[in-house]
């Protein structure tokens, strides 16, 4: 028993595969248990871990791991983010942490010198972690905290990817110019064309080309980040909450920067209602602006995360039946839901393309229909 | 819950590497790739299309060399008519003027021999006349050696006068 603890963050890593809405829905029982393991453990564990522990829970899941194998400890340390990059145990990348603050200036160090040799939290330098928060011990004020996290590194290899191989295909291009495509220029040429004929030309009838870069960007990263995050010890980066705001606030910023006057008159003066009409539409085509972010965001971090809880639960089913049984049947069942992840990464990333192009579309479409 | 709230570490990160993303990708990647395809794709629309037009100005040769040849046969036709209706003509031409000729020349001819004819009839009636004084002579010559004979005769041609 001992030993299967032992293996078990090695396992939870291997396993880091992302998830989608199909799914999420066709094992929706799995996910509302995880769901509401989830909730349980935010309200009432997660305090008292902290209360013994003022870090980190995942910390706190290892320092704890002797006694009881906790599936949420597990779960929520692969979904959220973190100081240091975790693969295994004993196998800790430490990232840098950089932290601004009036009093202190800019200051950049290792996430190491935050824990001791048996993974405990300490404090460094007048700074204490607090959560995911870094605070100052002096006053326990929060720094503002630009630190290379798990999720920042996860990010800068998803760019780094993402340069490479494009910035390739690009050289390809010039390379091979007038030739048929070869190689990885053989693959990445489809999904341009698909990009460029069935999300963005369709839905954006005005000088389409010019939002081509963005688009195409936008779908490049949402599918790399979403197939990257299926690889073992990778990140939950697509899944993450700040990145789908991220990227949803600035389709929200281009959308409302190339809305034309055609656009700004029906949200605010909506052709042919009645004057009383206008009180209640008025609020509900601005609240209506700021929904299709919202949708955006959550839309992509649900089917992520999702896709990560459901597999890790999946995995998790092994070690509290401790039973090679569960663990080969979930073994079947995470190969299952992996492959349905892969199409979800192609899904999300051509979801949220679409969505942002539809937005764009509504935005720069001349009156027609009046 | 701590997964439900952004961190403004990573918000900041991400808009900073996903706006370099966009900023390099577009000018460095998106732009040569983008224009390379519709380089391929206009050269291989214009391609189509030459092909079609080729298509078409076949067909149009195809149906001119037609019409040339029929028009041709046609020619050749008309000429080959022509030319055995000349043929012909000439042919009765000829037919006519050798006919003119052969009837002129018997005319002549015949018109040379009634004169010849004529003209030897009128010989030969002298000739013949001729001979016959000759020969009565001779004969009267003969007969009328002796006496006797020229005794008959006067006395028959005395009978013939009494009995005119």
């Given at each position: 028993m001992q030993s299967e603890i032992?293996?078990?963050?090695?396992?939870?890593?291997?396993?880091?595969?992302?998830?989608?809405?199909?799914?999420?829905?066709?094992?929706?029982?799995?996910?509302?248990?995880?769901?509401?393991?989830?909730?349980?453990?935010?309200?009432?564990?997660?305090?008292?871990?902290?209360?013994?522990?003022?870090?980190?829970?995942?910390?706190?899941?290892?320092?704890?791991?002797?006694?009881?194998?906790?599936?949420?400890?597990?779960?929520?340390?692969?979904?959220?983010?973190?100081?240091?990059?975790?693969?295994?145990?004993?196998?800790?990348?430490?990232?840098?942490?950089?932290?601004?603050?009036?009093?202190?200036?800019?200051?950049?160090?290792?996430?190491?010198?935050?824990?001791?040799?048996?993974?405990?939290?300490?404090?460094?330098?007048?700074?204490?972690?607090?959560?995911?928060?870094?605070?100052?011990?002096?006053?326990?004020?929060?720094?503002?905290?630009?630190?290379?996290?798990?999720?920042?590194?996860?990010?800068?290899?998803?760019?780094?990817?993402?340069?490479?191989?494009?910035?390739?295909?690009?050289?390809?291009?010039?390379?091979?110019?007038?030739?048929?495509?070869?190689?990885?220029?053989?693959?990445?040429?489809?999904?341009?064309?698909?990009?460029?004929?069935e999300i963005v030309k369709p839905n954006i009838a005005h000088n389409h080309e010019r939002y081509l870069p963005y688009i195409l960007t936008l779908f490049f990263f949402i599918f790399f980040g979403n197939l990257l995050g299926l690889l073992p010890g990778a990140a939950n980066l697509t899944g993450n909450i700040a990145i789908t705001l991220s990227l949803a606030v600035l389709t929200f910023i281009i959308t409302n920067f190339s809305g034309n006057a055609t656009y700004w008159k029906h949200v605010f003066w909506t052709p042919g209602v009645p004057l009383p009409l206008r009180i209640i539409i008025l609020p509900v085509e601005i609240i209506g602006l700021f929904t299709k972010p919202f949708a955006l965001t959550i839309r992509l971090f649900v089917a992520i995360t999702a896709g990560h809880i459901v597999l890790l639960s999946l995995i998790c089913m092994a070690f509290i039946f401790h039973s090679y049984l569960v663990g080969i049947g979930a073994s079947v069942m995470v190969l299952f839901i992996s492959i349905i992840e892969l199409l979800v990464a192609a899904i999300q990333a051509y979801v949220f393309a679409l969505f942002t192009a539809l937005y764009i579309g509504m935005a720069t479409a001349e009156d027609e229909h009046h | 819950m701590d997964f439900l709230l952004p961190a403004n570490g990573l918000l900041f990160w991400q808009v900073v590497i996903f706006l370099s993303l966009v900023f390099v990708l577009g000018k460095f990647a998106w732009k040569p790739i983008l224009s390379s395809l519709k380089e391929r794709e206009e050269s291989i629309q214009q391609a189509l299309d030459q092909a079609e037009k080729a298509k078409q100005e076949m067909a149009s040769l195809k149906s001119d060399n037609e019409k040339l040849l029929k028009e041709a046969r046609e020619e050749r036709d008309k000429i080959?008519?022509?030319?055995?209706?000349?043929?012909?003509?000439?042919?009765?031409?000829?037919?006519?003027s050798a006919k003119k000729t052969a009837d002129k020349i018997i005319a002549d001819a015949k018109a040379v021999i009634n004169t010849e004819k004529a003209a030897a009839l009128r010989d030969v009636k002298a000739q013949v006349a001729q001979f016959s004084l000759e020969i009565a002579e001779k004969l009267i010559k003969k007969n009328l050696a002796d006496d006797k004979a020229q005794k008959e005769l006067t006395e028959s041609l005395i009978k013939d006068f009494k009995l005119n």
């Open positions: 032992k293996t078990l963050p090695v396992f939870a890593m291997k396993k880091p595969l992302s998830v989608t809405i199909v799914a999420f829905f066709s094992f929706v029982f799995v996910a509302v248990f995880s769901f509401s393991g989830l909730a349980q453990h935010a309200e009432g564990s997660h305090d008292s871990i902290r209360a013994e522990n003022p870090t980190d829970s995942l910390q706190a899941g290892h320092a704890e791991a002797g006694e009881k194998f906790s599936a949420n400890e597990v779960i929520i340390e692969h979904v959220l983010d973190a100081p240091v990059w975790h693969f295994a145990e004993h196998l800790v990348l430490p990232l840098p942490v950089i932290v601004y603050s009036a009093e202190r200036g800019l200051e950049v160090f290792s996430s190491a010198h935050f824990y001791d040799e048996h993974h405990h939290p300490v404090e460094y330098n007048g700074y204490k972690l607090e959560g995911r928060d870094i605070v100052l011990t002096s006053t326990g004020e929060k720094v503002l905290n630009l630190s290379i996290t798990k999720n920042v590194a996860m990010l800068f290899l998803t760019a780094a990817m993402l340069l490479w191989v494009l910035l390739s295909v690009a050289s390809a291009y010039k390379k091979n110019q007038g030739k048929a495509p070869k190689g990885i220029q053989s693959f990445i040429e489809p999904v341009v064309v698909f990009v460029r004929d | 080959l008519r022509d030319a055995r209706s000349a043929a012909n003509q000439i042919h009765d031409e000829a037919q006519n």
